[in-house]
């Protein structure tokens, strides 16, 4: 398993931007596919978007394509969530984590090192 630390959540107004990140501890994370999850108060953990770590190639949730963009940056070795058009629904824990399959995934059960996450507030 792998430590990882997101940042950069916070409280925006509906229609705001916020851009998630997400660090591993002592791992280049350019090796692994990544991906981000969030799960809101009283509901299951959700597949918002994933990146590979050979290719590039992301996926998305449907319902979040054209919103939502995750990329990586393997010289900062951080994977990063960029989120437009925020809407109040969109607020949730988001947690990062590893996959142990190397293929994009979308099933919770193929991440086996997640993060502590970190809080998106959207006020309306």
């Known amino acids: 398993q792998v430590e990882l630390e997101e940042s950069g959540g916070g409280l925006v107004q509906a229609g705001g931007s916020l851009r998630l990140s997400c660090a591993p501890s002592?791992?280049?994370?350019?090796?692994?596919?990544v991906a981000w999850f969030r799960q809101a108060p009283g509901k299951e953990r959700k597949f918002v978007a994933g990146?590979?770590?050979?290719?590039?190639?992301?996926d998305y949730t449907d319902s979040l394509m054209g919103r939502f963009t995750i990329s990586r940056d393997n010289a900062k070795n951080t994977v990063y969530l960029q989120m437009n058009s925020l809407k109040p629904e969109d607020t949730a824990l988001y947690y990062c984590?590893?996959?142990?399959?190397?293929?994009?995934?979308?099933?919770?059960?193929?991440?086996?090192?997640w993060g502590q996450g970190t809080q998106v507030t959207v006020s309306s």
């Open positions: 002592g791992r280049i994370i350019g090796s692994y596919v």
């Open positions: 990146i590979s770590g050979s290719t590039g190639s992301t």
């Open positions: 984590a590893i996959s142990r399959v190397g293929l994009l995934t979308q099933r919770l059960s193929d991440f086996d090192s």
